[in-house]
């Protein structure tokens, strides 16, 4: 694992058993420092077939978190007497000391957004996604929106499986009924390429649908939300105040109704 940092990596998250193919080195390390990898997850080189602990991999042992150790100040400190005295103040003369609750809420509502917004293809933008069929058509999908589709088959048909024999998820790319990026195993790749549209857009709502094939598991569709959540949030800090912040919308994308 010598040369890590200049090729691409499989990284097998065990919690989830997910595995994301040809992930670079430096988005590697961010999820580290981000705690969404732990200790124990694994990591190889593509195109390798054996498979080794994050802990166990030199070139990865710097990024992980570590724990300080305990200090006798500390110790000392815990052990002084607490004071419970109250201190009234009027409201004019309270700070603003409360907890920043708004990522929180930003990341609840981007789930229940997705299950209660849902657009139905119109036609002459039929996605060749088999996703799962509306009762009523909800909502007709309109110009200016981004897509993700999640697919487990690629375009010729091929199944690929992970070691305990998932389908791993195609993940495609595009705006309007222009693909922008092939189907792909490799979902960083996709939240680049959105994320370099994004720092251009006017400031205000960015609706993105997700195009996902009906059996696709639960925590497949979590995974998508959350890396899309995390780009909103980093988008933002990079365009700054000046080109104004930007607002998730996900659309959960179903096919037409069928007629009775």
Same mark, same amino acid.
């Given at each position: 694992?010598?040369?890590?940092?200049?090729?691409?990596?499989?990284?097998w998250i065990l919690?989830?058993?997910t595995?994301y193919?040809?992930?670079?080195?430096?988005v590697?390390?961010?999820?580290?420092?981000q705690?969404r990898?732990?200790?124990?997850?694994c990591?190889r080189?593509?195109?390798?077939?054996?498979?080794?602990?994050?802990s166990?991999?030199?070139a990865?042992g710097p990024?992980?978190?570590?724990?300080e150790?305990?200090?006798?100040?500390?110790?000392?400190e815990a052990?002084e007497?607490?004071e419970?005295g109250?201190?009234?103040r009027?409201?004019?003369e309270?700070?603003?000391?409360?907890v920043?609750?708004?990522?929180l809420?930003d990341?609840?509502?981007?789930l229940?957004i997705?299950f209660?917004?849902?657009?139905?293809?119109?036609p002459?933008?039929? =996605?060749?996604?088999?996703?799962?069929?509306?009762?009523h058509?909800?909502?007709?999908?309109?110009t200016?929106?981004?897509?993700i589709?999640?697919?487990?088959? =690629?375009?010729?048909g091929a199944?690929d499986?992970?070691?305990?024999?998932r389908?791993?998820?195609?993940?495609s790319?595009?705006?309007?009924?222009?693909e922008l990026?092939?189907?792909?195993h490799t979902?960083p790749?996709?939240?680049?390429?959105?994320?370099?549209?994004?720092?251009?857009?006017p400031a205000?709502?960015?609706k993105?649908?997700?195009?996902?094939e009906?059996?696709i598991?639960?925590?497949t569709?979590?995974?998508?939300?959350f890396?899309?959540? =995390?780009?909103?949030?980093?988008?933002?800090?990079?365009?700054g =105040?000046?080109?104004?912040?930007?607002?998730?919308?996900v659309?959960?994308?179903v096919?037409?109704?069928?007629?009775?």
């Open positions: 694992m010598a040369n890590g940092k200049q090729r691409l990596l499989d990284v919690e989830m058993n595995v193919r040809q992930v670079p080195f430096v590697v390390t961010d999820w580290l420092q705690g990898l732990l200790r124990d997850d990591v080189l593509t195109g390798s077939k054996k498979w080794h602990p994050i166990a991999v030199p990865l990024y992980l978190p570590r724990v150790p305990q200090r006798a100040e500390d110790r000392a052990l007497p607490v419970l109250l201190d009234w009027r409201p004019g309270e700070e603003d000391e409360d920043d609750m708004i990522p809420i990341i609840s509502l981007v229940l997705f209660m917004m849902t657009a139905a293809v119109a002459g933008m039929l =996605s060749m996604i088999a996703t799962p069929a509306a009762q058509k909800l909502e007709t999908i309109t200016e929106t981004y897509w589709g999640v697919d487990t088959r =690629s375009r010729s199944i499986r992970d070691e305990s024999g389908p791993q998820p195609w993940y790319f595009g705006k309007d009924n222009k990026v092939a189907p792909t979902l790749t996709l939240m680049e390429r959105l994320g370099k549209d994004l720092l251009e857009v205000g709502e960015v993105v649908r997700l195009r996902v009906k059996t598991p639960i925590e569709v979590k995974g998508v939300t890396d899309l959540q =995390s780009l909103i949030e980093r988008v933002n800090r990079e365009r =105040s000046a080109k104004g912040r930007l607002t998730l919308t659309l959960g994308e096919s037409e109704p069928k007629l009775r």
